[in-house]
């Protein structure tokens, strides 16, 4: 394994039952590339166990707020810990020592209320409907939510999609009346 990776320009510091340290940025290494040589090779890369958590944790955080029926907001963390099969103390745990992520709670808040945006935009559903199908307990608690986050109340935003949707249909509709009048212009006339 050492030699295909230094083969790769990678400088090993260290290899122990298969497991390899190197040095570098991460940033700056070509995964692709020693994913495949690796592979060629005979071994896996094996990724960081908190990476595979974060992304464990934002693709079920993401299914669950789309899943049909309503999951209770109060019972949303511990539904997603029993899911990655830890206790959500154990979950709110690992989540911290995430580098740059927020708490737990802030991250999945923030994902329910970028969903609720989504739903503003494309649903008919009224907003306390809307609010419900979230989660919410009352409309009270989700406006106060959506307006902390989006800086409008969940009526004006949609107000805001639906004027900005009109604005753009007339913009293309204007558009192609004018481009239909020049294809129709006679040349020389």
């Known amino acids: 394994m050492r030699r295909e990776l230094e083969s790769l320009g990678l400088r090993v510091l260290a290899v122990r039952l298969g497991a390899a340290t190197v040095a570098g940025q991460a940033q700056e290494l070509d995964w692709v590339r020693i994913q495949a040589a690796l592979a060629a090779a005979g071994f896996a890369l094996l990724e960081n166990p908190q990476h595979v958590l974060a992304a464990q944790v934002k ?24 899911e990655l099969g830890v206790n959500a103390r154990q979950l709110h745990r690992l989540f911290a020592r995430l580098p740059g992520h927020e708490s737990l709670l802030s991250y999945v ?13 494309a649903s008919p559903l009224g907003i306390g409907r809307l609010a419900r199908l979230l989660g919410y307990g009352s409309l009270a608690h ?9 800086q409008c109340a969940p009526s004006a935003y949609r107000q805001q999609l639906l004027s900005t949707a009109k604005a753009a249909a007339l913009d293309a509709e204007l558009l192609n009346s004018a481009s239909g009048r020049a294809n129709n212009a006679k040349p020389g006339s």
Request: cysteine-free.
């Open 59 to 82: 693709k079920l955080v993401n299914e669950l707020l789309r899943r049909p029926g309503t999951l209770r907001h109060h019972d949303f963390i511990s539904t997603l810990a029993q």
């Open 109 to 121: 808040t923030h994902q329910r209320l970028a969903y609720a945006q989504e739903l503003l935009g």
């Open 142 to 150: 989700f406006s106060g939510q959506f307006r902390r986050f989006a």
